[in-house]
């Protein structure tokens, strides 16, 4: 008897546990069992492979803490952008950072492929004055729509998003190492969904772009952005342009601003996770993990053109460099890589000239490619993304506050959780979404009803003061520099040197200040 007892008890527990899931607050507490279990289980991972770990994940954040100058751009942000006002909020696994970066960041992708991610992309390679090649990844359709969008564009009055004949056109900049990953197409697929025509940026030799020059771009050297801008906005001159960068990949958007000042073709732009200092940045120590999976990615993009870089690197050195800050000191400012680099600056006249020509060492390199650099010539507003649990930056005492609280065009909006490029949120219905991706769109759309208006005040007062004649002419003359550069005007803040502006601690912005009267008139002169 005790034999057939024990024969039918496996299968008497089976019944029993159904009978009791069958309740929901079995259910439950199954389910937190469950998760307590695995977090324990993540928490000794992390431990073992030393990740940094953060105790307050999961736990409810009330506020997004918005770091500004006291400006009516600021103002009209807070009241209108309802993105800010709603801090990512979600529970373990979703909230934390490392399970973050691994599906965001590091999950594999087809580089270069047509059909990323549900998204159909078009390539188009544009030849650069060097004779390099820089690639325009346009995305456009999702693989779920049977017809793309219709893209017409003809002169006239421009239109931010809502499917029109002339869509904003959003210029997507991956990271330093150019790859396209999850968090990339995503944001792809949720403006085209918007509205948007995003386009993927992809520097030379990277992204499956083919590397024609035996040079890679320097971190902070805009000025093969310059032309793709240039680029898009000779072909598409009634579409607005935007631009948001991910991680790394901010380094480049911030120099383009701070270089092209208000010459940029640029009306907004969005920063997620920036590097504000890449020299920091370079020499920070990573967590190992990361530090080794980056490594390894980076020497397999140079071992591709080992052959080719080697009439102006040291490649095989390079390659068996042991760290990220070596590996970017040998192939930028090593004696060979200067000569050569000078060598083609002798057949070439330009702008540029100078930073080719400059004493190749590591702090000479940062003077001239630090993203901040230009800070002060910046002239088209930046929002920035920031995380207090980014395992990938530097800590957040290393961010340049200053420059928030002085700067009109730069806000700063903090988080307690988001990871790097993360910033994952519970959408309502069970599902998840990217809280940074939501913020970026709709904060393009209330800076450009903040400039419609400003622009409808402007034509007023000249109204006012010269007639109608002077409305006509007022009006032909803000769209003749609509046609030029961007919708700001460039006035330097007085604050002293640059290099304080961006060290300098100062207290933190409340709305309730007093604001500082700054003019958003449009002007272009650099």
Same mark, same amino acid.
């Given at each position: 008897?005790?034999?057939?007892?024990?024969?039918?008890?496996?299968?008497?527990?089976?019944? &029993?546990?159904?009978?009791?899931?069958?309740?929901?607050?079995?259910?439950?507490?199954?389910?937190?069992?469950?998760?307590? @279990?695995?977090?324990?289980?993540?928490?000794?991972?992390?431990?073992?492979?030393?990740?940094?770990?953060?105790?307050?994940?999961?736990?409810?954040?009330?506020?997004?803490?918005?770091?500004?100058?006291?400006?009516?751009?600021?103002?009209?942000?807070?009241?209108?952008?309802?993105?800010?006002?709603?801090?990512?909020?979600?529970?373990?696994?979703?909230?934390?950072?490392?399970?973050?970066?691994?599906?965001?960041? @590091?999950?594999?992708?087809?580089?270069?492929?047509?059909?990323?991610?549900?998204?159909?992309?078009?390539?188009?390679?544009?030849?650069?004055?060097?004779?390099?090649?820089?690639? &325009?990844?346009?995305?456009?359709?999702?693989?779920?729509?049977?017809?793309?969008?219709?893209?017409?564009?003809?002169?006239?009055?421009?239109?931010?998003?809502?499917?029109?004949?002339?869509?904003?056109?959003?210029?997507?900049?991956?990271?330093?190492?150019?790859?396209?990953?999850?968090?990339?197409?995503?944001?792809?697929?949720?403006?085209?969904?918007?509205?948007?025509?995003?386009?993927?940026?992809?520097?030379?030799?990277?992204?499956?772009?083919?590397?024609?020059?035996?040079?890679?771009?320097?971190?902070?050297?805009?000025?093969?952005?310059?032309?793709?801008?240039?680029?898009?906005?000779?072909?598409?001159?009634?579409?607005?342009?935007?631009?948001?960068?991910?991680?790394?990949?901010?380094?480049?958007?911030?120099?383009?601003?701070?270089?092209?000042?208000?010459?940029?073709?640029?009306?907004?732009?969005?920063?997620?996770?920036?590097?504000?200092?890449?020299?920091?940045?370079?020499?920070?120590?990573?967590?190992?993990?990361?530090?080794?999976?980056?490594?390894?990615?980076?020497?397999?993009?140079?071992?591709?053109?080992?052959?080719?870089?080697?009439?102006?690197?040291?490649?095989?050195?390079?390659?068996?460099?042991?760290?990220?800050?070596? @590996?970017?000191?040998?192939?930028?400012?090593?004696?060979?890589?200067?000569?050569?680099?000078?060598?083609?600056?002798?057949?070439?006249?330009?702008?540029?000239?100078?930073?080719?020509?400059?004493?190749?060492?590591?702090?000479?390199?940062?003077?001239?490619?630090?993203?901040?650099?230009?800070?002060?010539?910046?002239?088209?507003?930046?929002?920035?993304?920031?995380?207090?649990?980014?395992?990938?930056?530097?800590?957040?005492?290393?961010?340049?506050?200053?420059?928030?609280?002085?700067?009109?065009?730069?806000?700063?909006?903090?988080?307690?959780?988001?990871?790097?490029?993360?910033?994952?949120?519970?959408?309502?219905?069970?599902?998840?979404?990217?809280?940074?991706?939501?913020?970026?769109?709709?904060?393009?759309?209330?800076?450009?009803?903040?400039?419609?208006?400003?622009?409808?005040?402007?034509?007023?007062?000249?109204?006012?003061?010269?007639?109608?004649?002077?409305?006509?002419?007022?009006?032909?003359?803000?769209?003749?520099?609509?046609?030029?550069?961007?919708?700001?005007?460039?006035?330097?803040?007085?604050?002293?040197?640059?290099?304080?502006?961006?060290?300098?601690?100062?207290?933190?912005?409340?709305?309730?200040?007093?604001?500082?009267?700054?003019?958003?008139?449009?002007?272009?002169?650099?």
């Amino acid at each position: 008897m005790w034999e057939f007892f024990l024969c039918l008890l496996p299968s008497l527990v089976l019944i &029993l546990v159904a009978g009791l899931l069958r309740w929901k607050w079995t259910r439950r507490f199954a389910d937190s069992t469950f998760q307590q @279990m695995a977090h324990c289980i993540w928490i000794i991972t992390c431990r073992v492979l030393k990740l940094p770990h953060f105790p307050g994940i999961g736990k409810c954040q009330a506020e997004v803490r918005l770091i500004c100058k006291p400006t009516a751009l600021a103002s009209h942000l807070k009241k209108h952008c309802y993105a800010l006002a709603k801090p990512p909020l979600a529970r373990w696994p979703q909230a934390d950072p490392h399970l973050q970066i691994i599906t965001n960041l @590091m999950w594999p992708t087809n580089e270069g492929a047509e059909l990323q991610g549900g998204v159909r992309f078009k390539r188009d390679n544009l030849l650069l004055e060097d004779g390099g090649i820089v690639a &325009l990844d346009w995305a456009v359709s999702l693989i779920d729509q049977q017809v793309p969008v219709k893209r017409n564009h003809h002169p006239g009055g421009r239109v931010l998003g809502l499917h029109s004949s002339n869509p904003a056109i959003v210029i997507i900049i991956p990271n330093a190492l150019g790859r396209v990953t999850p968090h990339l197409i995503k944001l792809c697929r949720q403006a085209l969904q918007q509205g948007f025509y995003p386009v993927v940026f992809h520097r030379r030799g990277q992204g499956g772009c083919p590397l024609t020059t035996p040079h890679y771009q320097e971190f902070g050297n805009p000025t093969d952005l310059v032309q793709a801008v240039a680029y898009l906005r000779s072909h598409h001159p009634s579409s607005t342009l935007l631009a948001v960068s991910e991680g790394s990949g901010s380094g480049l958007l911030l120099s383009y601003l701070g270089e092209c000042g208000s010459s940029s073709y640029l009306t907004a732009a969005v920063c997620i996770s920036p590097v504000f200092h890449g020299q920091l940045w370079f020499e920070y120590e990573l967590p190992w993990l990361y530090h080794w999976i980056t490594l390894i990615y980076r020497k397999l993009q140079i071992n591709r053109y080992a052959t080719a870089l080697s009439s102006a690197m040291d490649a095989a050195k390079i390659l068996r460099c042991d760290s990220l800050r070596d @590996m970017e000191e040998l192939m930028f400012c090593a004696t060979k890589q200067s000569d050569h680099r000078r060598s083609d600056s002798v057949d070439r006249v330009g702008k540029d000239s100078s930073r080719l020509s400059t004493k190749p060492d590591w702090v000479s390199y940062w003077e001239r490619n630090e993203p901040l650099r230009d800070a002060d010539e910046v002239a088209v507003p930046v929002l920035c993304l920031c995380s207090r649990d980014d395992p990938l930056l530097p800590p957040l005492s290393t961010v340049p506050e200053a420059l928030f609280h002085n700067s009109p065009y730069f806000l700063l909006a903090m988080t307690e959780q988001g990871g790097h490029c993360g910033f994952i949120c519970e959408d309502g219905h069970g599902g998840t979404t990217s809280w940074s991706h939501s913020v970026a769109l709709e904060y393009f759309r209330v800076v450009a009803e903040f400039f419609g208006v400003e622009e409808k005040k402007g034509l007023k007062d000249d109204f006012a003061h010269r007639g109608s004649q002077g409305l006509r002419h007022s009006a032909s003359a803000v769209l003749s520099r609509r046609r030029r550069s961007t919708l700001l005007r460039k006035e330097r803040p007085i604050i002293g040197s640059r290099r304080r502006q961006i060290s300098t601690p100062s207290d933190m912005f409340t709305f309730e200040e007093e604001q500082v009267d700054f003019t958003w008139n449009r002007s272009y002169t650099r």
